[in-house]
């Protein structure tokens, strides 16, 4: 059973289209990240939310920490195709042990 | 260049055959990691190290060993390879603090036969 489940797992949209891609759990996460990987390579971190209802902007991307940290969204603005690639998203419960998620396989078609 | 290596990068290998996978990063990290990704599984952290001699058990730690004997080194061991640890695996680092930018390598793509 996967602590974090995302959702969707592909996703493939046009240019300019906007997209929100999901991240959920039962459990309560101290902190979130959100990762994104092209083929052939490790992820990358993209950012990291520590407090509940917290929104991180990075340029079209608006990241969002849910109120009892349990869940996370990651909202895409007018995709382009160099969004293209798997975007993961990681937390942690206690500690220092990292729980990733399944998850979302971005496709912008140009 | 801060960096996080792993070699080899692929490797094929027979059930039974002792392997070593290596991971090295030059940024003085004390946190390091070891995780595997399968198709629809995403990535599961197999160990973690808080730092030398400091080892712990991740999600799926059955199968593997590693050490943590110098700071910038974290192998990982397979004492007996078998077909179902067919996998991509990845070495990260950073330092500790919640919330820390984890560096991860290239990935070593392992085959057992």
């Known amino acids: 059973t996967q602590l974090l489940e995302q959702s969707p797992q592909f996703l493939s949209i046009q240019e300019g289209e906007n997209l929100t891609v999901y991240c959920n759990s039962s459990s309560v996460f101290s902190s979130l990240q959100w990762y994104r990987q092209e083929p052939g390579e490790g992820p990358v971190l993209l950012v990291t939310?520590?407090?509940?209802?917290e929104v991180k902007k990075l340029k079209r991307l608006t990241f969002q920490f849910g109120d009892a940290r349990k869940d996370s969204s990651l909202h895409i603005t007018a995709a382009q195709p160099g969004d293209t690639g798997l975007y993961l998203c990681?937390?942690?419960?206690?500690?220092?042990?990292?729980?990733f998620g399944t998850g979302t396989s971005l496709t912008v078609i140009p | 260049e801060a960096q996080v290596t792993q070699n080899p990068r692929y490797l094929i290998t027979v059930t039974g055959k002792k392997l070593t996978v290596t991971c090295s990063q030059n940024?003085?990290?004390?946190?390091m990691s070891w995780y595997r990704q399968d198709p629809g599984l995403g990535l599961r952290q197999i160990y973690y190290s808080m730092n030398v001699e400091v080892t712990d058990k991740g999600d799926v730690p059955e199968g593997y060993k590693v050490s943590r004997k110098e700071k910038r080194n974290f192998p990982l061991i397979l004492e007996s390879p078998s077909p179902n640890q067919t996998s991509l695996y990845f070495c990260a680092s950073s330092f500790i603090n919640r919330g820390e930018t984890q560096y991860f390598g290239p990935g070593t793509r392992l085959l057992v036969l």
């Open positions: 939310v520590v407090t509940g209802g």
């Open positions: 940024m003085n990290h004390e946190y």
């Open positions: 990681a937390g942690v419960i206690t500690g220092n042990q990292f729980y």
